[in-house]
């Protein structure tokens, strides 16, 4: 993620850092993430182990329902008792005091480490033996006071979603390929016997990638009931008529999030082809979508190449032939 973040990267950048390039083994750290978010917590708070566990154990429970796999090792303690909840065999009360011992074992000490190491901001301090939880900083509220704060949740909620699909489908990570219905923008995958699978909002996996900004003219996006964000294929949708490139369109490598001016507003987009320079921008997306691990990585990877030279010369050949049918190219206006 080390190109993600920017010179004097913001605090949303870290807490994207954390939620959409980690090497994931266990969902624990998006329960966290939705946690925290959901709480809205204040500086200086001192969340204990138990006011976390209620909302903490019911994020897990709920994505149990439909992905019963939550980490890639073969049994967690923590794990069956919410599943043993969600069965009805045990109580809340016991659920609650299962989560406080068991819950957060593998998850305070990790939330912050990214690739090799501790990012260099942290949203809360670990006072676990001191006071048996975590105490909030300034960092987390200030998260919470920008702009952006209301789209994280629905980021980790889709980025969840993804890892425990790539992991449920247990199959080789090469034919892991998620895709996009391009009638309701939904991500979807399709199982071992070719059974459609619904993933989430492509709207809310894309955002977080692009930092919340337009593709275009990096105007701030809400993914909040889809205020502002069209979902546009950036090779016009009128380029799958071109034989080398068909259907090709279609694939999430072509899909980025749009300010509804840009995207069809006067002097919009519409299906004119952008520019040389928002192909970089193009480019350095679709490599931030390969570095947040499966399953995005093995499905750009098929769609445009292994090696990062396979990729730029996948789409500057498409560029090229998209250059010769429209001829023009478009941009947007920057006030
Ligand atoms: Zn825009």
């Given at each position: 993620?080390?190109?993600?973040?920017?010179?004097?990267?913001?605090?949303?950048?870290?807490?994207?850092?954390?939620?959409?390039?980690?090497?994931?083994?266990?969902?624990?750290?998006?329960?966290?993430?939705?946690?925290?978010?959901?709480?809205?917590?204040?500086?200086?708070?001192?969340?204990?182990?138990?006011?976390?566990?209620?909302?903490?154990?019911?994020?897990?429970?709920?994505?149990?329902?439909?992905?019963?796999?939550?980490?890639?090792?073969?049994?967690?303690?923590?794990?069956?008792?919410?599943?043993?909840?969600?069965?009805?065999?045990?109580?809340?009360?016991?659920?609650?005091?299962?989560?406080?011992?068991?819950?957060?074992?593998?998850?305070?000490?990790?939330?912050?480490?990214?690739?090799?190491?501790?990012?260099?901001?942290?949203?809360?301090?670990?006072?676990?033996?001191?006071?048996?939880?975590?105490?909030?900083?300034?960092?987390?509220?200030?998260?919470?006071?920008?702009?952006?704060?209301?789209?994280?949740?629905?980021?980790?909620?889709?980025?969840?979603?993804?890892?425990?699909?790539?992991?449920?489908?247990?199959?080789?990570?090469?034919?892991?390929?998620?895709n996009n219905d391009s009638s309701t923008n939904e991500l979807f995958?399709?199982?071992?016997?070719?059974?459609r699978?619904a993933?989430?909002s492509s709207r809310?996996?894309?955002?977080?990638?692009?930092?919340?900004?337009?593709?275009?003219?990096?105007?701030?996006?809400?993914?909040?009931?889809n205020?502002?964000?069209d979902v546009d294929h950036?090779?016009?949708h009128?380029?799958k008529?071109?034989?080398?490139?068909?259907?090709?369109v279609d694939?999430?490598?072509?899909l980025?999030?749009?300010?509804?001016?840009?995207?069809?507003?006067?002097?919009?987009?519409?299906?004119?082809?952008?520019?040389?320079?928002?192909?970089?921008?193009?480019?350095?997306?679709?490599?931030?979508?390969?570095?947040?691990?499966?399953?995005?990585?093995?499905?750009?990877?098929?769609?445009?190449?292994?090696?990062?030279?396979?990729?730029?010369?996948?789409?500057?050949?498409?560029?090229?032939?998209?250059?010769?049918?429209?001829?023009?190219?478009?941009?947007?206006?920057?006030?």
């Open positions: 993620m080390s190109d993600f973040l920017t010179k004097e990267p913001s605090l949303e950048e870290y807490w994207r850092g954390i939620i959409l390039f980690g090497r994931n083994v266990a969902s624990y750290k998006f329960a966290l993430a939705k946690t925290l978010l959901e709480l809205k917590p204040e500086s200086g708070q001192l969340l204990k182990l138990s006011d976390i566990a209620p909302i903490f154990a019911s994020n897990i429970v709920q994505h149990l329902k439909h992905s019963p796999k939550q980490t890639t090792s073969l049994s967690s303690k923590f794990l069956k008792t919410c599943q043993a909840f969600s069965e009805n065999e045990i109580d809340h009360q016991t659920l609650i005091e299962s989560t406080v011992r068991l819950g957060f074992n593998n998850v305070i000490d990790a939330f912050h480490i990214v690739g090799s190491g501790e990012i260099n901001r942290k949203f809360y301090i670990d006072e676990r033996s001191a006071n048996d939880g975590i105490r909030i900083t300034d960092e987390f509220s200030m998260l919470l006071g920008n702009k952006q704060s209301s789209n994280l949740i629905f980021e980790a909620e889709a980025r969840w979603r993804l890892v425990e699909t790539a992991w449920e489908l247990n199959i080789s990570r090469n034919l892991i390929a998620i995958t399709l199982d071992k016997s070719k059974k699978k993933v989430t809310h996996a894309l955002n977080g990638y692009q930092k919340g900004k337009c593709f275009y003219c990096d105007t701030d996006i809400s993914i909040q009931e205020l502002n964000a950036f090779f016009p009128k380029l008529f071109v034989p080398e490139i068909g259907d090709l694939g999430i490598w072509n980025v999030l749009s300010c509804i001016d840009c995207n069809r507003g006067f002097n919009g987009k519409f299906d004119k082809l952008p520019s040389l320079n928002l192909l970089v921008k193009l480019s350095n997306r679709n490599e931030y979508l390969i570095k947040s691990h499966h399953p995005l990585r093995e499905t750009l990877i098929s769609q445009t190449g292994t090696l990062h030279e396979d990729r730029s010369s996948f789409l500057n050949k498409i560029y090229q032939k998209s250059l010769s049918v429209t001829f023009h190219t478009w941009e947007p206006k920057l006030n």
